[in-house]
């Protein structure tokens, strides 16, 4: 298992690792005060996404109006609809 990191690029956030539940609390350390400006999300680098996970990527955009995601990790797209979320990680009802 790879260490999740998350680091700022500009107007992206850039995750890699495996974003699992053991990670999470210490991702949002680190996204506690999240930068203003940002509008994309980039999981290119992520090897895999758990509920947890998803949790802390559709919280973090709800919070910051992220509507970018770019990546499709393993994982993401069977949770994504099994929580009907759409492309924003917003819940599309």
């Known amino acids: 298992m790879t260490t999740a990191t998350v680091r700022q690029d500009g107007d992206t ?7 699992e539940r053991a990670a999470v609390a210490s991702l949002w350390a680190q996204l506690r005060t999240p930068a ?14 758990d509920s947890a996970g998803l949790a802390l990527l559709s ?16 994982g993401l797209a069977e949770l994504r609809t099994a929580y009907r979320l759409d492309n924003a990680l917003a819940f599309a009802g």
């Open 59 to 74: 919280e973090l955009c709800a919070r910051t109006g992220i509507t970018q995601v770019s990546g499709d990790p393993p």
């Open 36 to 49: 203003a400006g940002l509008v994309r999300i980039d999981l290119g680098a992520v090897s895999r996404v």
């Open 13 to 19: 956030l850039a995750f890699s690792g495996a974003l």
